[in-house]
Nanobody
Framework: QVQLVESGGGLVQAGGSLRLSCAASGHTFSIDGMGWFRQAPGKEREFVAAVAGRANNGYYAHSVMDRFAISRDVANNAVYLQMNSLKPEDTAVYYC???????????????????WGQGTQVTVSS
């Protein structure tokens, strides 16, 4: 019903920047919120950032606050993640997710997302 296509990953040196993009297609009217998660080797997939509906404010993991910024273009069915001051510990596969409805706990849990992109690799060298 909904397909997500991600782009923008790559190799960057510490302190550099990358901008990830996620384009949604299909029955996008069913989407409420969108977010970004990441998964490093040997680690669980973890929350990075999310925005619900047409909200102006985003939610961020403490590890990326003041460095990453999420934005959403509802009209064009796209969400972005601007990543600045990248650190080696940011290295991971980044996934775009879309939720039909967030639970009472909010946008930080995997089970609240119904659709996922294929993931894009971000590698930050020291």
């Amino acid at each position: 019903q909904v397909q997500l296509v991600e782009s923008g990953g790559g190799l960057v040196q510490a302190g550099g920047s990358l901008r990830l993009s996620c384009a949604a297609s299909g029955h996008t009217f069913s989407i409420d919120g969108m977010g970004w998660f990441r998964q490093a080797p040997g680690k669980e997939r973890e929350f990075v950032a999310a925005v619900a509906g047409r909200a102006n404010n985003g939610y961020y993991a403490h590890s990326v606050m003041d460095r990453f910024a999420i934005s959403r273009d509802v009209a064009n069915n796209a969400v972005y993640l601007q990543m600045n001051s990248l650190k080696p510990e940011d290295t991971a596969v980044y996934y775009c997710g879309a939720s039909r409805m967030y639970s009472r706990a909010g946008p930080i849990y995997l089970h609240d997302y119904d659709y996922w992109g294929q993931g894009t690799q971000v590698t930050v060298s020291s």
